[in-house]
């Protein structure tokens, strides 16, 4: 039911004509994560926008418009068997248990594309030199040994402090792992900078190179608990629940090549105006930004006859506890409008 309602939140975000196949397994995985994803892979299929680069499978089966690997599944998810879980879907998580719908939001997030084929070993670095032993006894669907030591498209979009597209720095090399463990990569796509308003996208790239974690995460720091950017950094927190992406996330898909559904925020050719509210459903704070634009304007939030409840002005954040259950609409000066629901 948690995961369900995961994939419901990125199904209205996505848009695919092909079903996305998933398989769950729940496994012990330690204390050490909560779940583990792999995305099945394809490279060089029909309409693949970047040649020689790797896409996850249901990403490449969107742009093709058919299913390329009929009787594989698209994406693999273990979640700990281990954890304590909060099965609700409430986002009202209690504390010292881990909200499923929030971590399985995170994972396929993975599974969808949010994801590259960075390795270091010693001080080398490589794109595309993965191996299905790096994973093991995890099963995975990748085709490892086809690799080519190609990028995946996530991967294209990582950029040097040195402000060089990593890329483009010889692979494998030193050079190149050395960027992977720089902590100052940043991610240099234009659907991703229009959500910051332009600023710096950080990477999660740690000074000691975490397989599976650096580089194809958000930077923990720069987007702690709380923070409407906080679901694809690599660490979760208990007693605490984050059910929408945020734009800067959905920026990127984009930019990865997935079409959004229209009024997730970075829908062309409106997206500078577009209205991006998270999360939603909201229970008391919900936050709001325009792509592009900063978070400080003047909105209204109406109900569905139009009656406005809540006129405020210049803070990104209102607090909508006092609104009955139901459906809203948020709406900058301009007109623009967000549905959002309060629990
Ligand atoms: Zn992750």
Known sequence: ????????????ILVSDVPIKVAVSWTALGSAALGVTFPNGRKDFINAP?????????????LTGFELNPGEDDINIYLNSGTNWYTGTDGNTPAGQYDLVSV????????????????????EGSFGLLQASDFAPLITTFPWPQQDT?????????????LEMLVD??????????FFTCNQLTWNGPNGLAASGGGDIRIYA?????????????????????????????????GHSNHWPGPICIGMLRDIGWNLAPGV????PAMEQQLVVFPNPVNDL?????????????????????????????????????LAAGTYLLMGAEGKAVRFVKH
């Open 286 to 322: 919900l936050t709001f930004s325009r792509a592009g634009m900063g978070t400080s304007y003047p909105f209204r939030i109406v109900d569905l006859s139009g009656r406005t409840m809540l006129l405020a002005n210049g803070t990104p954040t209102v607090d909508v506890s006092a």
């Open 150 to 162: 190609l990028p995946g498209i996530f991967d294209r979009f990582l950029r040097a402090p040195t």
């Open 169 to 178: 720095v010889p692979n494998p090399s030193v050079p190149l792992g050395s």
């Open 50 to 62: 970047v040649a020689a680069t790797w896409y996850a499978t249901s990403l490449a089966n969107s």
């Open 265 to 268: 925020g970075m829908d062309e």
């Open 104 to 123: 399985a939001l995170h994972e396929l997030g993975h599974g969808i594309g949010f994801v590259g084929l960075a390795k270091k070993v010693g001080s």
């Open 206 to 238: 740690p000074s000691t190179f975490a397989l599976g974690s650096s580089c194809v995460h958000l930077n923990e720091a720069t987007y702690p608990a709380g923070n409407p950017h906080e679901l694809m950094t690599p660490f979760s927190s208990a």
């Open 1 to 12: 039911m948690a995961i369900e309602h995961a994939a419901d939140i990125w199904g209205s």
